[in-house]
């Protein structure tokens, strides 16, 4: 941006989204996993929660590399005198020249259920490296915590990519047995087709593809961040047709009634326009 913008340039800028978010009105309490960076919006959590006086119980349960690299400590120290319902448990190696008597190692089911009491009935707020937040995913359905109550925020790069300029127009003109060598191969043949009406275009359908994932094949743009449904960017409206969704979490109920789906998770064996 400091290289190449200028006075007068004209800038695309889109609002938060995603539903990570815990206002106190989801839970009477919550825990907050975080690693690395990830304790970032946990922070944010922490601070509405010490504005509004929440009296529900807060554990935040933190994992860093080094005592170095733990972010917000001042503050969280400083927050735990000010919150009796604020508990915190950290667990990372001391760096040389500082001090730590906490735990070492990452976290842990051990190291959960010593932190958290009754945590199978608490909301889970889980926010860090995507296979950090694979594995502890794992670990909480693994303790019994229910799915349903686990959020996540993923703050990795986005999986994927728009393909590069004529890569689509050229793989569009193979046969069709060269593109299946190339791995373009689908579940079955194409027996639907989705019409972007603002581009104003219509194009085949397999029944294994995304929305987004046909939108970025036929050219179509489409904002998009996680690609896992949890974010929200690419939310568009379902302006004809029925899709499937297998994660659907930055949907909020009015978005689901206003007729929003999630471009990444959408997928239909039937006819579909889509606003893009």
Known sequence: MHDQLKAGDLIEVAGPSGAFTFTGAEADSVVLIGGGVGITPLMAAIRYLSAIAWPGQIYLV??????????FRDELEYLQ???????????????????????????????????????????VHLCGPPCMMDALRKTLIGLGVPRVQIKTEAFGPARGAVPPPGKV??????????????GAATVGPATATIRFATSDRVVA?????????????????????CRVGVCGVCKTHLLQGNVTMEVQDALTADDKGNGLILACQARSVGDLVVEA
Do not use: C
């Open 62 to 71: 933190y994992g860093a590399q080094t005592t170095e690299q733990f972010i």
């Open 81 to 123: 005198r000010r919150m009796n319902n604020l508990h915190v448990a950290a667990t990372m190696v001391r760096a040389a020249g500082t001090s730590w008597m906490g735990s070492e190692g990452q976290i842990t089911a051990e190291f959960l259920t010593q932190a958290v009491p009754d945590l199978t009935r608490r909301r």
């Open 169 to 182: 127009a050229a793989e569009a003109q193979m046969p069709a047995t060269e593109a299946s060598n190339q």
């Open 205 to 225: 359908l397999p029944p294994d593809k995304s929305v987004l994932e046909v939108a970025e094949g036929a050219g179509v743009s489409i904002d998009y961040s």
